[in-house]
């Protein structure tokens, strides 16, 4: 049985945990080699166990210049190019509505969510082959006005402005460029909010109640479409933002 990401290279940010590990174990599945990052150590020598194979971990913050231009001095050592691009790396969104929220929370979600996407991507271009395919997690906030979300969802608005832009820029190198906006998902980022445990319980399940299928997704859910996105099934596809939120933004 052939696999979709034969021979390929992807590098995923934040695929220690959630999604991106979910994604990692996909690609990896696949015939995929993936490089993983993440800020913990401990998180990514649990993510290498879990997966086995074809996995290198790399550990950064995508806030961090230095730490992105190490993450690519090992890729393009130990493999020499990029197929695949995942963008995934983000910090929760969850803070006190708009007059309450603090500046630092503000620029902590920028910096991760918006410029760390960015500068993934940019510096990632030089490895990338052509006819590569780059993911960006953006999220079905950035439709929705959600109370206590406005940096997150903002910051989101920014990652799917990026995928249009890159998407013209880099087409003439046949290298693919969407966004991927999961709704509510059972992950850990939820524990990275400035709520305390008991209002992200609230929180949440207010939002399930809004959720036409009735749940959260699943971070394999997700990781099938990141699959989709990076493979030859979505050869014809760039410049979109393909949601997938069990109905949420939709009916």
Do not use: C
């Not at 997966?51 to 730490?67: C, F, K, L, T, Y």
Request: aromatic share 6%; net charge negative; proline share 4%.
């Amino acid at each position: 049985m052939s696999h979709k990401l034969e021979g390929k290279v992807a590098v995923i940010t934040g695929g220690s945990s959630g999604i991106g590990l979910a994604t990692a174990r996909e690609f990896v599945a696949e015939g995929a080699y993936v490089f993983i990052t993440g800020r913990r150590q401990s998180e990514l020598d649990k993510a290498v166990r879990e997966i086995g194979n074809n996995v290198r971990p790399v550990q950064g913050d995508v806030a961090s210049m230095e730490d992105l231009d190490h993450l690519y001095e090992v890729v393009g050592h130990e493999k020499g190019h990029i197929d695949i691009i995942f963008a995934n790396a983000a910090v929760g969104g969850m803070a006190p509505e708009g007059a309450d929220a603090s500046p630092e929370h503000y620029d902590r979600v920028f910096k991760v969510n918006t410029r760390g996407v960015f500068f993934t991507v940019q510096k990632g271009l030089k490895l990338l082959n052509d006819g590569a395919s780059i993911i960006l997690t953006a999220s079905n906030a950035h439709y929705l006005g959600i109370p206590s979300f406005a940096p997150y969802s903002a910051s989101k608005a920014a990652v799917r402005s990026f995928a249009r832009t890159w998407a013209a820029e880099l087409k003439g190198r046949g290298i693919r460029v969407n966004t991927l906006s999961p709704g509510p998902i059972d992950t850990p980022i939820m524990g990275t909010s400035a709520l305390s445990p008991e209002e992200v319980d609230k929180f949440m399940a207010q939002i399930v109640a809004s959720v036409p299928l009735g749940r959260m997704g699943r971070p394999e859910e997700i990781a099938r479409v990141a699959l989709f996105l990076a493979s030859s099934d979505s050869s014809f596809v760039t410049g979109i933002d393909l949601v997938a939120d069990g109905g949420m933004t939709q009916i």
